[in-house]
């Protein structure tokens, strides 16, 4: 949770992965310097983390001058629903999706979205979050010739890991360098060794 990075809040919490945050600027930043769209829509589950990347997004879209459609759906919402999410997204008129949904929802998903036409030939779904992780892991395989597979045409993989050089790294690795010179962060961590 993106919470967890109020310093005034919790001064002496530290991740070792990027946060939602970090996940949110990288696929807006990657829309706009490798695509040059201005135009994406976002289908996000209505969770905290889903809420959270979605805002992220949005924030960082409407910095760039980007505009951005964002469409939420329930983890356990029926195919009617979903399907009504999924119209929403298509009555934009847009090409490019970023999908912040759980890996268990994937094949539902993209294959409704092939349905409904928002997935598929001449369209982008950007994947982020616990998603890309899934697929970059490896851990997810989709039936060939099914409805998801078609959905999954035009899907591509946003995974964060990091090297130097690379902006939202540097940013973390500077901030554990700094953890290394706190006195009190290092008090607090050896005493619970």
């Known amino acids: 949770s993106m919470s967890l990075d109020s310093m005034l809040q919790y001064p002496l919490f530290s991740r070792t992965h990027p ?3 970090a996940k949110g600027l990288l696929a807006v930043e990657y829309f706009e310097s490798i695509f040059g769209i201005k135009n994406f829509g976002v289908l996000f589950v209505n969770s905290e983390q889903g809420i ?3 805002k992220t997004i949005v924030d960082s879209a409407a910095k760039r001058g980007m505009a951005v459609r964002t469409v939420s759906f329930e983890a356990d919402s029926d195919a009617s629903s979903l399907r009504n999410s999924l119209v929403q997204l298509k009555e934009t008129g847009f090409n490019y999706f970023v999908g912040v949904f759980f890996p268990f929802s994937y094949e539902t ?3 409704t ?3 409904v036409g928002v997935a598929g030939e001449g369209k982008y779904w950007l994947a982020t979050g616990h998603l890309a992780e899934t697929f970059a892991a490896g ?3 989709i039936v060939a010739g099914s409805k998801a597979s078609q959905g999954s045409r035009g899907v591509g993989v946003l995974h ?3 090297e130097y050089g690379l902006p939202h790294y540097d940013n973390f690795a500077n ?4 953890l290394g010179r706190n006195q009190e962060a290092l008090e607090y961590i050896n005493s619970i060794q």
Do not use: C, F, I, P
């Open 52 to 54: 959270s990347l979605q």
């Open 175 to 178: 901030h554990w360098r700094r």
């Open 160 to 162: 964060d890991d990091g």
């Open 109 to 111: 998903v993209m294959a």
């Open 139 to 141: 851990n997810k395989t």
């Open 19 to 21: 946060s939602d945050e």
């Open 113 to 115: 979205a092939a349905d």
